[in-house]
């Protein structure tokens, strides 16, 4: 979107209103509604004093009417009685039902006062009342909101963790049908055999914690160890290797270390590791010695796990430290692109609407609201879009915003629209 142009009124020049020169604009638009809503709402404040002090001075008037009414009426009830006998009864009646008649209206225009200061009072309570029932509303659809967002997300983890469950113990199973066929070739094979049953336990148990991974048994003959397991993460990267080396002898040698690190470098793997029923002196469960792991059997997921978060953690600061200097010129381009400057000159828009509409907020606050929170969803879109495009740009090296993230959609999601008060339209 081309940058908007102003002519000068004197010399005629085009200028192009850029976002430096726009800013002054914006703030001194801003200055003048915030000041003329101040106005109106002090001009507000006058009127009801105004009003307020009318009624007082209408409710004093009639007091002091009714005490000269009041006065009146004894002397001329005093009067009437000194000339009794001068005047007829006929005259007394009318002059009574004169003096009736004037305080009934008097009454009728203090009734009226009286009515129109109630009506103001009741149309005041009205609208406070309608502007709770609408807070209170609008939260409670936001409350029944989190309900339901968190009740299917829990319904969607049950039913994850039942199906990981099945899925574990159908390997589990699978494990001790194999284990316990091993174990018995085992114990009816050598020595040998018994080597290549833990070889075969050690390659299922890898295979069945990290089904991701690849592990690849190694052949007899070749640069030795038992197995490869090839690291892969959760994008499908490769990150490394480790060489497994299984061992079920009831003595250590000393000698199984140089020629497993002999066979890591063959193999290229990042790290050896060794899975053996007898340690070293001085080594419990499991350490590394000359830069190699060794583990008991029992330890040897744990080990695993952890040897195979280091290399995933490498891999990725590989990654994200490749192409630094690419990203940064993206970045750089999309700054200065015609794109971010849509986008921001989107937000200013929406703001400067929104700056327009306080003018008339007193007199329609209910329909504003609604328009309101249009306005700022579309900010908000636009933010998040922005936040998309430099995502998609610098990958896993952009910090994460927790409020933008999938996550946060099970405590901070965005409420819908509550329903108005009876009788209220939107724009």
Same mark, same amino acid.
């Given at each position: ?24 604009? @914006? ?19 006058? /009127? ?17 009417? +009714? ?24 005259? $007394? ?10 305080? $009934? ?14 009506? @103001? ?7 406070? +009342? ?14 029944? +909101? ?37 174990? /018995? ?32 048994? @190694? ?24 060489? &497994? ?10 000698? &199984? ?74 970045? *750089?381009? *999309? ?12 937000? @200013? ?14 007199? $329609? ?21 922005? *936040? ?11 910090? /994460? ?27």
């Amino acid at each position: 979107m081309p940058d908007a142009i102003i002519g000068c009124p004197k010399c005629g020049a085009q200028i192009e209103l850029t976002e430096a020169l726009a800013a002054p604009l @914006v703030a001194e638009i801003r200055r003048k509604s915030e000041a003329d809503a101040q106005q109106r709402e002090k001009a507000l404040l006058s /009127r009801e004093e105004a009003l307020a002090k009318k009624t007082t001075d209408l409710q004093g008037q009639v007091a002091r009417l +009714e005490l000269t009414l009041s006065e009146r009426l004894t002397s001329e009830r005093e009067k009437i009685a000194r000339e009794q006998e001068a005047k007829a009864q006929s005259a $007394v009646e009318v002059r009574l039902k004169e003096l009736q008649a004037s305080l $009934v209206e008097k009454d009728r225009k203090l009734q009226a006062a009286q009515a129109a200061e109630l009506t @103001v009072r009741q149309a005041r309570e009205k609208l406070e +009342e309608q502007q709770r029932e609408w807070e209170l509303q609008k939260q409670r659809d936001m409350d029944a +909101e989190r309900g339901r967002v968190r009740e299917a997300a829990r319904n969607e983890l049950l039913e994850q963790t039942r199906l990981k469950d099945a899925e574990k113990d159908k390997v589990i199973n699978d494990l001790k049908g194999r284990i316990d066929e091993l174990q /018995r070739k085992a114990d009816q094979g050598s020595q040998q055999l018994r080597g290549e049953v833990a070889e075969l336990a050690l390659e299922e148990l890898l295979r069945a914690k990290f089904p991701r991974d690849t592990i690849e048994p @190694v052949a007899k003959g070749q640069f030795g160890g038992d197995c490869v397991q090839r690291v892969v993460n959760a994008t499908g990267q490769a990150c490394g290797a480790i060489l &497994w080396e299984s061992k079920r002898t009831k003595t250590w040698q000393d000698g &199984w270390l140089p020629k497993l690190r002999d066979d890591q470098r063959a193999a290229r793997a990042e790290i050896a590791a060794i899975c053996t029923s007898t340690l070293p002196k001085g080594v419990e469960r499991f350490d590394c010695i000359d830069g190699v792991w060794i583990c008991e059997p029992i330890c040897a997921a744990p080990l695993a796990m952890a040897l195979r978060h280091s290399l995933i953690e490498a891999a990725s600061s590989r990654v994200a430290s490749e192409g630094q200097h690419t990203k940064m010129e993206q970045v *750089y381009q *999309y700054l200065c692109g015609p794109q971010f400057r849509q986008r921001v000159e989107a937000i @200013v828009e929406s703001f400067t609407t929104m700056m327009q509409d306080l003018e008339a907020e007193r007199r $329609v606050i209910t329909k504003q609201w609604a328009k309101r929170e249009k306005q700022i969803e579309r900010v908000i879109e636009k933010t998040v879009g922005m *936040y998309g495009d430099l995502q998609g740009i610098a990958g896993r090296a952009l910090p /994460r915003i927790e409020s933008l993230e999938l996550d946060s959609l099970s405590g901070a999601s965005i409420a819908p629209r509550a329903a108005l008060p009876s009788g209220e339209a939107l724009d």
